[in-house]
Structure formats: structure tokens, C-alpha cells
């Protein structure tokens, strides 16, 4: 019996041993939405294979960048191994809370933009690297010149609050008016007011375009109650937008670049990969996809080489 006891005993120290020294990895996600959550669990997925031992502490700022910052700063007392920030707020949150611990971000459109780089070149030279989430914008407006040859005025809508969306727009603003599009920029600092903006730009253009923005993701319900009735196309940044308010994108796998950036995260957890040197990676792949009940509704007519959305 004694055998036993001292046998259990020492399994018990064995584990906790094992407990005390996996990696704890700290997740900020910026608000609940089906492209990050993707990302959230490609990443999770992909560093729990090859570190089965590793410790998740999963917190979300529901769309506040105050939370941001107080999440990064418990990760900071906390004194995880590695931080997930997910979209760009806990981006910029995570820099201004350490410069020592590792942040991979995912989600993120514009490093340089991010980070408040005037030059970059793929390397931060910080503690900050991992995967973007852009998709090729003069591609997105092409694929509004394919689909609406016709048109005259494309809405943008976005949040100004959010960087990322800034830097889309006045990115695919430029190529749009290139193709002779007249584009009205229709802007919200925060939920409240995304009904009434949308109603705006339904109120005066022929298409919208939405980016990869955060909040226009979390209210997709709101937005397709005003541009489904009012007859406006929507093409999205992604396929998340497009899925609840939009007729086509040209879009990534957010669950794939969540997956890279886990990879991202075992070579520096594991093999001491050091992250200031680390490219910054994009999706692998792009596709042209779209919502066939919104297509329908509207009456637009879809391209044979477009993937219907799951």
C-alpha cells in the first residue's frame, strides 16, 4: 500500500510539474464575430497539435478599446508566455502594454498602420509580427466593376474609429475612381449609429462596399435590414459580411491565417524563434465567393467561376 501511495504521489508531482510549466498564451479578441472567431480557433487548433499542454486565456473586449487595453494589461501581471491579438485595437493595445512579451497578431489589415510605421517592410523590429487579413483591394474593385458595370456611385461604409477600415478605404477608394466610379464615404464612430448611416448611403448610391471593418462584421443583421429592402448590392471585404448583408467578396480563410499564426506561435514558444524577425504572413489564397440568397433577391446576375458561400 505504501508503494502505491508513494507511486500516486509522485505522478501527482509529475503533472503538476507538467501543469507548471506549460505555455500560457493570452487571447484578446477584439468582438465576437464569425471571421475572428475563426481566426481565434485556427489558432488555437493549430498551436494546441503541436503543444497539447499549452494554456489558452481567452478574453474578448466586446468592440471597446478600453477593454483592449485592460485585457493586455491583466496579461501583462499575469505574465503569459505569448499574446493573440486579434484585430488591430489589441494590436495597439498590446504594444502600448509590453515590450517584451511576444504579440502575434491575426486579422490585422496594415501592420504599418497598426503599429504607427511610416516604413515597413514585412519585419517589425518589435515585439509584434503574425498574419494579415487583406485581400487584394484593387481585386474587390474589379469584382464591383464585373458585377455592376452600370453603376454610377459607390457607398463606402466603414467605421472611422477603426484604423484598418481607414486604411481600406482610402485604398479601394482610389482604384474605384480609377474605373470612373463616383464614391460617397458614409462613416459611424461606433454601433449606434450603423442603421442610420446605411440608410444614408441605400438613400443615394447604386452599390455598397463594405471592408473587412470589425463593427459593420457584428451588425450585419442591421445592415441587411436596410439594404436588402432598399435594393443596394453589397460587395464585402469578407466572406463573414458578405454572408449576412452582401452579394459577393473577394475573400480568405480567416480560420487559415489563425492556423498560421499558431504555427507562428509554437516556433517561438518551442523553438525560440525570434519574433521581431519574423515576416508577417498573408492568406495563402483568395476566392471569389457569394451570397446566392442575396443575389437572388436583388437580381444579380453572378459570374460561372464565383463559389456560392457555405
Known sequence: MKKITVLVLSLILVICAACA???TVGICQLVQHEALDAATQGFKDALSEKMPDVV????????????CATIMNTFVSNGVDLILANATAPVQAGVAATADIPILGTS????????GMSEFNGTSGINVSGTTDLAPLDGQADMVKELF??????GL?????????VYQIKTIRGYLEALGYECVEFSFTDSNDVAS?????ADGCDVLYIPTDNTCAAYTETIANVVIPAGLPVV?????????CGVATLTISYYDIGYATGEMAYEILANGADISTMPVQSAPQ??????AANAEALGVTIPADYTVLD
Open 108 to 115: 490585422v489589415t496594415d501592420y504599418a498602420t497598426a503599429l
Open 197 to 201: 448611416v446605411a440608410q444614408a448611403a
Open 149 to 154: 458595370p452600370e453603376a454610377k456611385k459607390v
Open 286 to 291: 483568395f476566392v471569389k465567393k457569394y451570397n
Open 236 to 244: 464585402a471585404g469578407e466572406e463573414g459580411i458578405c454572408r449576412g
Open 21 to 23: 510549466n506549460a505555455a
Open 157 to 165: 461604409l466603414y467605421c472611422s474609429a477603426e484604423a484598418n477600415s
Open 56 to 67: 489558452f486565456d481567452e478574453q474578448n473586449a466586446s468592440g471597446d478599446a478600453v477593454n
